[in-house]
Nanobody
Framework: QVQLVESGGGLVQAGGSLSLSCTAS????????MGWFRQAPGKKREFVSV????????YYADSVKGRFTISRDIAKNTVYLRSNSLEPDDTANYYC????????????????WGQGTQVTVSS
């Protein structure tokens, strides 16, 4: 079983930055990919970014491309999401997710989910 724990959310002004972290524990295998999704109130959960665990493949949603950066520290079993130039539309609960399947951008591919961390961007 895999457990994912996010941290780093908070309140930030528009134009500011935040770094989210997600640490995995339990039955971690090398072919996992990990990613981030978000869900704003009244909206569907949407893809933000994903990367193959051993690198080489990263994807970003168009809405965050150029502003967000996904990275990972294999030794710490941790994936990060650095978010710059934050906008009020980035306000959402951000979820970390992991999968043993192929790298993809749809949430049905992901088997494990964290509890979420709230990001609020004020205008």
């Amino acid at each position: 079983q895999v457990q994912l724990v996010e941290s780093g959310g908070g309140l930030v002004q528009a134009g500011g930055s935040l770094s989210l972290s997600c640490t995995a524990s339990g039955d971690i295998f090398s072919w996992y990919s990990m990613g981030w999704f978000r869900q704003a109130p009244g909206k569907k959960r949407e893809f933000v970014s994903v990367m193959a665990w051993f690198g080489g493949i990263t994807y970003y949603a168009d809405s965050v491309k150029g502003r967000f950066t996904i990275s990972r520290d294999i030794a710490k079993n941790t994936v990060y999401l650095r978010s710059n130039s934050l906008e009020p539309d980035d306000t959402a609960n951000y979820y970390c997710a992991a999968t043993r399947q192929r790298v993809g951008t749809t949430d049905d591919l992901f088997e494990y989910w964290g509890q979420g961390t709230q990001v609020t961007v004020s205008s």
